[in-house]
């Protein structure tokens, strides 16, 4: 491994064990009940199988979402503390997941394996981005045909295109929710181009299927109360089609 990347990803390890144990309450339940919104289009199309990978598992939200449509479940991430959380959550959900620990570059030169869902959520984005079209070849390797590869991601927008009110909920929302207790530098993360994500899922030779976009809009309160439900699905009618947040679903002829 070259040493920019080596240290990008010990940054990013490091980070991940620190945040590990408080991911799930700080970042995954907060965004539960708007990501069942981003996610609508693409379950419709998700079919029960043998076999599911998720590539950047963290604490297992994809797994939680997906994995029990699936005989077997494979975690993938660089972080022990993170597939920590992911085995005791999708042990209390039923999901029968195993773990790798590594990064998803050495998982998927070595891999063999082909399964019928592929998904890589939030994890694309901490790569550095030249690599992003390596990563869209390894999971079209890694798919049966007529699988499934599910990707989403924070897209470059503009710094003023979030709507106003959306901010101004948010604001109030982050001072109610709970926050990491240790201060730590974020890693080297940063929004996608998304003409480089969609160029790539398609140079791998993947068919888009599904495309959805969503704001960040977080909830007042956990769990979200209906005020927050209302709300949340307002903002996302109203403002979601040009959203930071993209989902897309891809399939493999
Ligand atoms: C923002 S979290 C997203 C986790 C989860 N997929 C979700 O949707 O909540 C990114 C995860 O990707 C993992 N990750 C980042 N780069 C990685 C790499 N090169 N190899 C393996 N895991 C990686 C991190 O450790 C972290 O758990």
Redesign the pocket.
């Known amino acids: 491994m070259n040493p920019e990347a080596d240290s990008h ?1 010990q940054k ?2 490091e ?2 064990e620190t945040i ?1 144990d408080e ?2 309450k700080v ?2 339940d907060p965004r539960s009940y708007l990501n069942e919104m981003l996610f609508a289009p693409i379950a419709k199309i998700v079919k029960a199988g043998d076999s599911m990978l ?9 797994m939680l979402r997906f994995g029990r449509q699936f005989r077997s479940v494979t975690g ?4 022990p503390k ?2 920590e959380s992911a085995r005791v959550n999708c042990g209390n959900a039923g999901v029968n997941a195993h773990f790798q620990h ?6 998927l030169a070595g891999n063999n394996q082909q399964f019928d869902l592929v ?5 694309l ?3 550095i981005p030249e690599t992003i079209p390596e990563v869209m070849e390894g999971i079209a390797r890694a798919l049966n045909s007529g699988g499934l590869a599910i990707m ?1 991601e924070p897209i470059m927008v503009d710094a003023d295109d979030e709507p106003a009110e959306i901010a101004r909920w948010n604001q109030k929302a982050m001072g109610r929710l709970p926050q990491y207790t240790t201060a730590i530098d974020e ?1 080297d ?1 940063a929004p996608i181009d998304a003409d480089l994500l969609l160029g790539a899922i398609s140079a791998a030779g993947l068919q888009i299927e599904k495309q959805s976009r969503s704001w960040e809009i977080l909830p007042q309160n956990m769990p979200p109360s209906i005020l927050d439900q209302l709300v949340i699905r307002f903002f996302h009618w109203r403002h979601g089609s040009n959203g930071i947040v993209m989902a897309i679903a891809a399939s493999k002829p």
């Open positions: 990803f990013d390890i980070y991940h590990g991911y799930h970042v995954v998720d590539l950047g598992c963290g604490t297992g939200h994809m993938v991430d660089h972080s993170m597939i590594q990064n998803i570059f050495d998982f998904s890589c959520v939030g994890c984005h901490h790569l989403a890693p993360e």
